[in-house]
């Protein structure tokens, strides 16, 4: 069933982590199994696939693709860059005004923000003279003026689109996994089959056991003993 939504590109994140826990029970069935008089199936593919959804999506992932939480920190720099942009926005705004207040000498630049102006630099009035040329001016006030940078409206362009852009990779790494396991299909269905007729004859084995059956010795008269 995993295998043929998959397949069928209709399988959600939590489907993909049933295929990884399905998979690992059956690397676990083919140790136990192996000598014995069974099917054997190579077992190199399954390992790959779980390894691949281990590494690529999270433990406990949305079944939604519209709303983020399914790719695992690690899996993509760019969504890593992406979430550290939305989570420590702050931090890389301190670290920008670091690197500004190096690069002018005014050690009390302030990096501030309102609904209206977005974020923005504040310059003292004092400090004018020392404003360099690439602070673009957003207003003057009494008290200093208001900047901007080029830099300052890439890293706010960049957090108001981040919420947006995650989803959207989200969804785009998520459905690249699914297709790259998708290309197992084949295999995943013959790994199905041999653990299916592993099932049955285990059941098969444990009613006998449980009931004491025993195997009938079929003869060419017509006699039927019990």
Same mark, same amino acid.
């Given at each position: 069933?995993?295998?043929?939504?998959?397949?069928?590109?209709?399988?959600?994140?939590?489907?993909?982590?049933?295929?990884?826990?399905?998979?690992?029970?059956?690397?676990?069935? /083919?140790?136990?199994? +192996?000598? %014995?008089?069974?099917?054997?199936?190579?077992?190199? =593919?399954?390992?790959? *696939?779980? $390894? &691949?959804?281990?590494?690529?999506?999270?433990?406990?992932?949305?079944?939604?693709?519209?709303?983020?939480?399914?790719?695992?920190?690690?899996?993509?720099?760019?969504?890593?860059?992406?979430?550290?942009?939305? /989570?420590?926005?702050? +931090?890389? %705004?301190?670290?920008?005004?670091?690197?500004?207040? =190096?690069?002018?000498? *005014?050690? $009390? &630049?302030?990096?501030?923000?309102?609904?209206?102006?977005?974020?923005?630099?504040?310059?003292?009035?004092?400090?004018?003279?020392?404003?360099?040329?690439?602070?673009?001016?957003?207003?003057?006030?009494?008290?200093?003026?208001?900047?901007?940078?080029?830099?300052?409206?890439?890293?706010?362009?960049?957090?108001?689109?981040?919420?947006?852009?995650?989803?959207?990779?989200?969804?785009?790494?998520?459905?690249?996994?699914?297709?790259?396991?998708?290309?197992?299909?084949?295999?995943?269905?013959?790994?199905?089959?041999?653990?299916?007729?592993?099932?049955?004859?285990?059941?098969?084995?444990?009613?006998?056991?449980?009931?004491?059956?025993?195997?009938?010795?079929?003869?060419?008269?017509?006699?039927?003993?019990?």
């Amino acid at each position: 069933r995993l295998t043929s939504r998959i397949a069928l590109e209709k399988a959600h994140p939590k489907d993909v982590q049933a295929l990884r826990t399905s998979l690992e029970s059956a690397v676990n069935i /083919q140790k136990i199994v +192996s000598e %014995l008089s069974f099917p054997v199936i190579q077992m190199e =593919t399954a390992g790959q *696939i779980i $390894n &691949l959804i281990n590494n690529s999506i999270l433990d406990e992932p949305s079944t939604s693709l519209t709303e983020g939480r399914i790719i695992k920190d690690g899996f993509s720099s760019e969504l890593d860059h992406l979430r550290n942009l939305q /989570q420590n926005f702050n +931090s890389i %705004l301190e670290e920008y005004l670091e690197e500004e207040k =190096t690069k002018t000498g *005014i050690s $009390n &630049l302030k990096i501030k923000y309102n609904r209206i102006s977005g974020y923005y630099i504040e310059v003292s009035k004092g400090k004018l003279p020392s404003v360099p040329s690439h602070f673009i001016l957003r207003r003057t006030m009494v008290t200093g003026e208001r900047y901007t940078t080029t830099r300052l409206q890439e890293l706010e362009d960049e957090l108001i689109k981040a919420d947006e852009q995650i989803v959207q990779l989200e969804k785009q790494l998520f459905l690249q996994v699914r297709n790259d396991i998708a290309n197992h299909t084949n295999y995943l269905l013959q790994l199905s089959s041999v653990i299916a007729y592993i099932d049955v004859c285990a059941s098969l084995a444990y009613g006998a056991k449980s009931q004491n059956w025993c195997r009938p010795e079929i003869t060419q008269d017509d006699s039927f003993y019990v």
